[in-house]
């Protein structure tokens, strides 16, 4: 693609189907969050895919991940056009401080849920664990099977990625030569 084209690319707004965003569950975690975070806490459902979000998208990947791990625009709205897909961020006086994007996969003859992205800004104060916490009981309101998600053993940060999803209930499934680990939360 082209300068020009990709700048058009960025340019258009592509539609989300967001059909969680009226959950009332959502709401439960806005109030716990709200206890932890100073300032005006906001969940937000993007309806469309744009320069905007994917600029949100992008200021949380290069707090968390290294480039190599980071989504461009058109992986992200390829991902985005899953019909049984949640894609939230926490805001904090309108900054993004929490991205959680995932969607539905198959699992065998069942259903599971791919969580593709969890990343929080700040560490250290239980945020995470919140967030995962509220996910697992979600995916268990909407009668997944499992949570199936892809992390590291530990992240360039030597933050013990594995560690903290097994802490929630994850099992590894399998481990490649390059330390990528599969690990999934039956429900």
């Given at each position: 693609m082209t300068v020009?084209?990709?700048?058009?690319?960025?340019?258009?707004?592509?539609?989300?189907?967001?059909?969680?965003?009226?959950?009332?569950?959502?709401?439960?975690?806005?109030?716990?969050?709200?206890?932890?975070?100073?300032?005006e806490v906001?969940?937000?459902?993007?309806?469309?895919?744009?320069?905007?979000?994917?600029?949100w998208f992008h200021s949380i990947e290069e707090t968390g991940f290294r480039r190599e791990l980071?989504?461009?625009?058109?992986?992200?709205?390829?991902?985005l056009e899953n019909p049984e897909l949640l894609f939230l961020f926490v805001t904090v006086d309108g900054e993004?401080?929490?991205?959680?994007?995932?969607?539905?996969?198959?699992?065998?003859?069942?259903?599971?849920?791919?969580?593709?992205?969890l990343a929080v800004r700040r560490r250290g104060e239980g945020i995470g664990n919140i967030v995962i916490e509220f996910l697992i009981r979600w995916a268990q309101t909407k009668q997944y099977q499992a949570i199936v998600l892809?992390?590291?053993?530990?992240?360039?940060?030597?933050?013990?990625?594995?560690?903290?999803?097994?802490?929630?209930?994850f099992k590894v499934v399998s481990v490649s030569e390059k330390g990528d680990v599969i690990m999934k939360r039956g429900l």
């Open positions: 020009s084209g990709r700048e058009e690319a960025l340019r258009e707004a592509n539609p989300i189907l967001q059909p969680e965003k009226d959950n009332p569950f959502w709401r439960q975690l806005l109030r716990q969050l709200a206890k932890i975070f100073k300032g906001e969940i937000v459902f993007p309806t469309e895919w744009n320069n905007h979000y994917f600029s980071q989504y461009s625009f058109e992986e992200v709205k390829k991902s993004p401080q929490i991205l959680l994007f995932g969607y539905s996969i198959p699992d065998g003859e069942a259903k599971a849920f791919y969580l593709d992205t892809d992390t590291e053993l530990r992240d360039e940060k030597g933050i013990p990625l594995q560690r903290f999803y097994a802490k929630h209930g």
